[in-house]
């Protein structure tokens, strides 16, 4: 973890205090603490996922699925594998 003395140099309280009052002049009260080497996306990206999907769902048709009865074959045979009591 990083300290203040590692990116405030010598100034470290005061440059700590500088960033607290900047924080609540903008009402940001609680971070969520993120690992640094995690990765985001950006809100732009987050849209544009949103819009393919909804695209996909709008040109899907329901007369493609279709159902089945399954009759006398055992849970076990139709459940995934990990599913399986053996």
């Known amino acids: 973890m990083a300290r203040a003395t590692d990116i405030f140099d010598s ?3 005061a440059g700590v205090k500088e960033v607290r ?14 690992s640094l080497f ?3 996306l950006a809100k ?4 544009e996922i949103e819009q393919v999907a909804d695209d996909i769902n ?5 007369a493609g699925i279709k159902k089945a009865t399954v009759k006398n ?4 045979a139709v ?8």
């Open 11 to 13: 100034h470290a309280d």
């Open 21 to 34: 009052s900047w924080f609540k002049s903008k009402r940001v009260r609680d971070l969520e603490p993120v």
């Open 38 to 40: 995690s990765d985001s």
């Open 44 to 47: 732009s990206t987050f849209k």
């Open 58 to 62: 709008k040109n899907r048709s329901k």
């Open 73 to 76: 074959i055992p849970r076990h």
């Open 79 to 86: 459940l995934k594998p990990s599913h399986a009591i053996y």
